[in-house]
């Protein structure tokens, strides 16, 4: 009888750990759900909306500019935010808020990106931190999930004239 006993209890700890493995590896590398809170993405992404964040992209260095990435927090490496991919290393950004008079300029390092909320008056981004090391990203985000009457792909940038091609 123990040994039923202990026979079940090692198979349910193999199968509970052979689960966790599974389910760590499609977190980690395939993608996830997450919960968008804050208004610094508005009106792209409204608070509580639930996207999908796929990771795939980050480990093949795919990420482009425009994307909206998820990114571990420079200022509090315990939380996640939800940006939009500006620069990429190598590019010229526009370092001012929209309310400045005189606009700077500045180039991405190498290995960072430039990350802005869309709602450029209610965000703190790389205007505030500077640029970004990309490892950092932690994903991608392609999908909205919720609210249903958004259900789709993300809409382009509201701020298209902060990308800057010279």
Not at 53 to 71: A, P, Q, T, W
């Amino acid at each position: 009888m123990l040994r039923d006993v202990l026979g079940k209890t090692f198979r349910f700890l193999g199968y509970t750990v052979q689960y966790g493995c599974i389910a760590h590896c499609a977190f980690e590398y395939l993608g996830g759900i997450v919960v968008c809170s804050g208004p610094s993405m508005e009106p792209t992404i409204q608070n509580s909306d639930i996207v999908f964040s796929e990771n795939l992209s980050r480990h093949f260095y795919c990420i482009r500019k425009g994307d909206i990435v998820i990114v571990k927090s420079p200022n509090d490496p315990k939380s996640n935010i939800c940006k939009r991919v500006i620069g990429l290393e190598g590019d010229k950004v526009c370092t001012s808020n929209p309310s400045d008079f005189l606009k700077s300029h500045s180039y991405v390092p190498k290995g960072h990106v430039w990350l802005e909320g869309d709602n450029l008056r209610n965000s703190t981004d790389s205007r505030c931190y500077g640029p970004v090391p990309y490892g950092l990203i932690r994903g991608r985000i392609c999908l909205k999930l919720w609210p249903l009457n958004d259900f789709g792909f993300l809409r382009a940038s509201p701020n298209g004239h902060r990308f800057l091609d010279d």
